[in-house]
């Protein structure tokens, strides 16, 4: 069993997007856990991807969640007679086009009949999570065929899936699972303008007061500025509210044994940080 790492480890919350740009950029939120308090130091910016693996090959110890799957549904996997090896998983799948992938997937779900179109992995259902391999809202098969090689490429350890530098480690987050069990079925962000409503600032108002609360099952409590308080409820997009709820998974999972992960995690599909499981 991996040992936790210790406080003085930094910690990070990646809020990804498979097209980065300077309008639309990979958020990453960067802070420290401190005595059962998460202090959000900053939030920084990559508009392309070169930037975000640069960012990358920061010398540990470090933990990140990142927002986008590292894997992809067995029974798809198999039904399609791709490897099942991670490692040749992933080399396979970042070799596809994107038009391939979306082709391939949409005549998977052709097949199937109604109400069972998506395979889906062992963590989506405790997550709440989209199935990764779809490819529109929102594009996460886009996402991981974007996101994984830059992990690979950067040598950082994914734990249960592909072992690499252990002072770098790399763990799928999710914010929906977190924003979820604090706001219901609220809706807090959406990057159309039209629905950028004044609802949508009251569920930010309330989330942030929550997190700053420690109201989750995590029990870690968000130390944020006032600067910062402004900006997470004043970003309409989410994506910085996003990447600090990776965040705060990432530093409820630096302080469990073994990052608090199943001990038995499906070496094709991965598993998403701080969805519950069943204990053995």
Not at 3 to 18: E, V, Y
Request: net charge positive; with cysteine; charged share 20%.
């Amino acid at each position: 069993m991996t040992p936790p790492l210790l406080d003085t480890s930094a910690l990070a919350g990646i809020d990804f997007t498979s097209r980065p740009t300077a309008r639309k950029p990979i958020t990453v939120a960067l802070g420290r856990l401190e005595r059962g308090v998460l202090r959000l130091e900053r939030v920084e910016e990559h508009a392309g991807f070169d930037s975000f693996s640069a960012w990358l090959q920061t010398p540990g110890p470090w933990l990140g969640a990142f927002d986008f799957p590292f894997g992809l549904p067995r029974e798809l996997v198999q039904t399609l007679g791709w490897p099942t090896q991670w490692p040749a998983l992933m080399q396979h799948y970042a070799q596809l086009s994107r038009e391939q992938i979306r082709a391939t997937f949409s005549a998977f779900c052709n097949a199937r009949p109604v109400g069972k179109k998506f395979a889906h992995r062992a963590c989506d259902v405790p997550a709440g999570s989209s199935p990764s391999m779809k490819w529109v809202n929102p594009p996460v098969a886009y996402m991981l065929h974007a996101g994984v090689p830059l992990l690979m490429a950067a040598g950082v350890h994914l734990p249960g899936l592909h072992a690499g530098d252990v002072s770098r480690v790399a763990l799928e987050g999710y914010p929906g699972l977190l924003a979820r069990e604090l706001l219901g079925p609220r809706s807090y962000k959406s990057d159309d303008r039209a629905k950028q409503t004044p609802e949508r600032l009251i569920a930010r108002k309330d989330l942030v007061e929550a997190l700053e609360q420690g109201r989750s099952r995590l029990g870690l409590r968000l130390r944020l500025s006032h600067a910062q308080r402004d900006a997470l409820v004043a970003d309409a997009s989410g994506d910085r509210l996003d990447a600090v709820l990776c965040l705060v998974q990432a530093a409820w999972s630096s302080a469990q044994p073994a990052w608090g992960l199943p001990a038995e995690i499906d070496p094709v599909e991965g598993w998403i940080a701080t969805a519950p499981f069943a204990h053995r």
